[in-house]
């Protein structure tokens, strides 16, 4: 089974010659099937850590290993190609291309895999009706609400079939009723398909979703107990 292992992750950024540590000797592994919720208040390194587990990010210190390979050992093409294959990420602003249709937003994972045939488009099809969005496929992202906003991202993230997904606040911002809809719409995908959650969240209601809780402070990330 593939898993996802966290090595010994520090990450500082250089803010006017000065070091800022956000991440301090991180290390978490987390296997597929798997669902863990990262909290911890804003400014604490939660999307850093997302980022660089999801291999959109470099560390300043230690290693992501994914099916036995190091991340930071691989050129930019593998790189990508191990992403498109087995990650789906949902950002925190879900950086929908504001001038694509939703449909065509979906689909970008597919051309960039070289793979929009005919049983892919069919199957983002299948997709955007389970997420209650196909009605608003020939729209542009600005004349969605946020609610459908986040799950046209998570539509996106999941075309590719990935067995580790990737939220970032997936219900940020969202009203209570919309915040519950995700949440259950990606509980229930992972149980159904084996995909792992990896969840940057502030929500103490989806929080309760997941047997292992993670937080983040000053740098450091300690399990939470149950
Ligand atoms: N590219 C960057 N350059 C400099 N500083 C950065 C960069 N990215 C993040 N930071 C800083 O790192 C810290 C952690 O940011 P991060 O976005 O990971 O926090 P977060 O826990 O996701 O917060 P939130 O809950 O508000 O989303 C913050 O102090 C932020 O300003
Ligand atoms: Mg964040």
Same mark, same amino acid.
């Given at each position: 089974m593939n898993k996802l292992e966290c090595i010994d992750i520090s990450k500082s950024f250089i803010l006017n010659n000065e070091s800022l540590s956000v991440l301090k000797n991180i290390n978490i592994s987390i296997?597929?099937?798997?669902?863990?919720?990262?909290?911890?208040?804003?400014?604490?390194?939660? &999307?850093?850590? !997302?980022h660089i587990m999801a291999g959109?990010?470099?560390?300043?210190?230690?290693?992501?290993?994914?099916?036995?390979?190091?991340l930071l050992d691989l050129k930019n093409k593998e790189l990508s190609q191990i992403r498109?294959?087995?990650?789906?990420?949902?950002y925190q602003f879900h950086h929908l291309l504001?001038?694509?249709t939703i449909e065509e937003n979906i689909h970008i994972p597919l051309l960039l895999n070289n793979s929009l045939n005919k049983t892919n488009k069919s199957r983002s099809i299948e997709i955007m009706k389970y997420l209650d969005i196909y009605e608003r496929k020939d729209h542009l992202p600005w004349?969605?609400?946020?609610?459908?906003?986040?799950?046209?991202?998570?539509?996106?993230? !999941?075309?590719?079939?990935?067995?580790f997904l990737f939220l970032d606040e997936p219900t940020g911002?969202?009203?209570?009723?919309?915040?519950n809809h995700i949440q259950n719409l990606l509980i229930?995908? &992972?149980?159904?398909?084996?995909?792992?959650l990896i969840t940057a969240t502030h929500d103490n209601e989806f929080i309760k979703?997941?047997?292992?809780?993670?937080?983040? &402070?000053?740098?450091?990330?300690s399990e939470l107990n149950e």
């Open positions: 296997a597929e099937n798997e669902r863990i919720a990262i909290s911890g208040k804003s400014g604490a390194g939660k &999307s850093t850590l !997302l959109l990010d470099k560390p300043t210190q230690g290693h992501v290993r994914f099916k036995n390979r190091f498109l294959l087995n990650f789906g990420f949902v504001e001038d694509l004349k969605l609400s946020g609610g459908e906003k986040q799950r046209a991202a998570i539509a996106r993230a !999941l075309i590719n079939k990935p067995k911002n969202l009203d209570y009723e919309n915040a229930d995908m &992972s149980n159904n398909h084996g995909i792992a979703a997941f047997k292992k809780v993670y937080e983040l &402070s000053e740098s450091k990330l």
